[in-house]
């Protein structure tokens, strides 16, 4: 991921387990994923795993047999092997993705999409496609808005249309889309600002806040997850998006 701080993978996994954010925006996860955690012997695919929260999350839910993980990152994946060391890791790209086609039942891109450059993005989510099996689903989370200073790891912010659009272009049938992270949102909104790094207390609210703001901010996420456990309700306004789709049928 370009412009990261040469810190900032062994920061984001002192925190994967603890952070607010983190924690709530897996409890999303959950809501979104609803009939698929509900089946067994799942392949998943953490694409862009980072530091591994994700998988290790997933190794707990009795969903998933098989856990792989790929990232661009050499550092991210020594990390997230020792967080996970059951999943199957590589150091790849999105568009080259080191599997055989069809491999997974479900592909997870958590915060990919934006630090995706715009001339590659097709082509890496048709990589995607590739490699989901043909009943499986992705679920794209990403930064959501056009924020008047855009962070620096960002090639590109989205609203709910253009996520659309690129899934659709690249042979998915979006099944439901919907905002979250409504407090971050707002927050961000007021501030006018990108967010800061994160610290154990901090994901772009500042670190004076404190407990109380984790507190508030996890809490406002678990509500959040709660109300998209209904699988035709969506949320209007947010600092993320979410879609989660199929593969379309061939033309």
Do not use: K
Not at 84 to 112: I, Q, T
Not at 113 to 137: A, C, I, K, P, W
Not at 178 to 191: D, E, K
Request: aromatic share 6%; net charge positive.
């Amino acid at each position: 991921m370009r412009g990261v701080p040469p810190d900032y993978y062994r920061r984001l996994h002192a925190v994967e387990d603890s952070h607010w954010w983190q924690l709530g925006m897996r409890a999303i996860t959950a809501s979104m994923l609803g009939a698929q955690l509900q089946r067994r012997h799942l392949r998943l695919l953490d694409a862009g795993c980072g530091t591994g929260g994700f998988l290790a999350w997933a190794a707990l839910q009795p969903a998933f047999e098989r856990l792989c993980g790929a990232d661009v990152s050499s550092e991210a994946i020594e990390l997230a092997q020792e967080t996970v060391p059951s999943a199957e890791l590589h150091v790849a790209p999105l568009r080259a993705l080191p599997f055989e086609d069809a491999a997974f039942d479900v592909v997870v891109l958590n915060d990919v999409l934006q630090h995706v450059d715009e001339d590659e993005l097709e082509s890496s989510l048709r990589e995607v496609r590739r490699v989901l099996d043909r009943n499986g689903v992705v679920l794209a989370r990403t930064n959501a808005g056009r924020r008047a200073r855009r962070d620096r790891r960002d090639w590109r912010l989205y609203d709910a249309a253009m996520l659309r659009r690129e899934l659709e272009g690249a042979g998915f049938r979006v099944e439901r889309l919907t905002h979250a992270n409504a407090l971050l949102g707002a927050w961000g909104s007021l501030r006018g600002r990108a967010p800061v790094a994160p610290t154990a207390t901090s994901c772009g609210i500042p670190d004076r806040a404190g407990r109380l703001a984790s507190a508030v901010g996890l809490r406002v996420l678990e509500l959040e997850a709660r109300y998209l456990r209904g699988p035709r309700r969506s949320l209007r306004y947010g600092h993320t998006l979410l879609a989660l789709a199929n593969r379309a049928a061939e033309r």
